[in-house]
């Protein structure tokens, strides 16, 4: 059954292609449009400043210093054994 399905569904983008001006062929190769920016959703405002509070306030010449700790605490949990 799942080839059928596949089948169908090359059929419908197949079928959908030449009412779309955002695809082309030109010397038998495939061109696509870029897209455009989209807005950004409402949340991310929210979520970007709620990750920008967990995240370390770091001058740039700590960045060597984080790096390394974050990197050993990293290895020393994946050491540990599961409870």
Request: aromatic share 6%; hydrophobic share 35%; proline share 11%.
């Amino acid at each position: 059954m799942w080839p059928s399905a596949l089948e169908g569904a090359y059929a419908r983008v197949l079928d959908g292609l030449g009412a779309n001006t955002a695809v082309q062929f030109v010397s038998g190769r495939l061109q696509l449009e870029k897209l455009g920016p989209i807005d950004e959703p409402p949340l991310m405002k929210e979520l970007r400043s709620l990750v920008d509070d967990m995240l370390p306030r770091v001058d740039f010449p700590e960045l060597p210093e984080v790096f390394d700790r974050t990197r050993r605490e990293i290895g020393r949990s994946s050491h540990e054994p599961s409870p």
